[in-house]
């Protein structure tokens, strides 16, 4: 809705997964069907399942590779001839930060994408953090890190923080989904620390 309402028209989806239904796209375009996406994922059968869905729409592009190399998306021809990076644009790492790992170089990477970032582009980010439940987390952290090619890794609210210093927070900031812009109260006896988000 954000996006929506700054006039955003252009998508980068790291870490999309296969485009389904009710994906970036279907959402963009019904706003604006100039709309364009480019979907980014490191898994190659989500990668072939997204081109095979969307091989007819002139506003989309699949790309395989992996967010941590921010250097090869940017400059791949399908992102060039795609986004406009003389526009805003809007990143989206929904649920993928804590795939990038201390040695990863998190915050050089999101540095990277901050850096074609032009005046009114948007960064739409969530982060899985181990604030307010470590000892439940660092569990759950531990059986699927032992179990998943993809590690995570899950941080305080202040080492989340630190990844978005280049970034200016819209109101209201670094807080749970379910307390960022709610459409109401939230249910009685939901707990938005619950999350871990």
Do not use: K
Request: charged fraction near 25%.
């Amino acid at each position: 809705v954000i996006c929506q309402r700054a006039g955003t028209r252009q998508f980068l989806d790291l870490g999309s997964g296969m485009p389904t239904v009710g994906n970036v796209h279907e959402i963009a375009q019904r706003g604006d069907p100039q709309a364009r996406v480019v979907y980014v994922d490191v898994d190659p059968v989500a990668v072939a399942h997204g081109r095979a869905i969307l091989g007819a729409d002139p506003g989309t592009a699949v790309l395989e590779a992996d967010m941590r190399d921010p250097e090869r998306i940017l400059r791949h021809p399908d992102v060039r001839d795609l986004l406009d990076f003389d526009q805003p644009i809007a990143v989206l790492m929904v649920a993928m930060a804590h795939y990038l790992a201390d040695e990863d170089g998190p915050q050089q990477a999101l540095a990277t994408y901050r850096g074609v970032m032009r005046p009114g582009s948007l960064l739409v980010f969530s982060h899985i953090t181990n604030e307010d439940f470590p000892e439940e987390i660092r569990r759950g952290e531990e059986i699927f890190n032992a179990h998943l090619a993809e590690p995570m890794t899950a941080r305080n609210r202040a080492r989340i923080s630190a990844l978005l210093d280049d970034f200016d927070l819209v109101e209201p900031g670094l807080t749970y989904p379910a307390l960022w812009r709610p459409d109401g109260p939230l249910p009685a006896g939901q707990d938005p620390r619950r999350s871990a988000m």
